[in-house]
């Protein structure tokens, strides 16, 4: 999320677990990461239910469980530096 402000763009997620996990679903399937939030955090949908109700089309639970294995790597690499 270049020139993004990450400590607005991650308020209001419970955990940076959480944030990364939909940043990642946001470039996996080409949602808007505002949109997804908004699910997300204002109408406190999970991220599987979040994906859902913005692409009716994609496997919800498929990029829910990708993009929550992307985060855990992440946060890993992060780990390790």
Sequence with gaps: MPGTD?????????NLGQFVAAVHVSNN????FDQLKAKMVG?????????QALR???????AADRAD???????RDVRED
């Design 29 to 32: 399937l080409d949602i808007p």
């Design 6 to 14: 990450l400590q607005a763009a991650s308020a209001g997620f419970p």
């Design 69 to 75: 294995e992307q985060a855990r790597a992440n946060m």
């Design 56 to 62: 009716p089309d994609a496997d919800a639970d498929a």
């Design 43 to 51: 109408e406190q949908m999970s991220l599987g239910d979040a994906i």
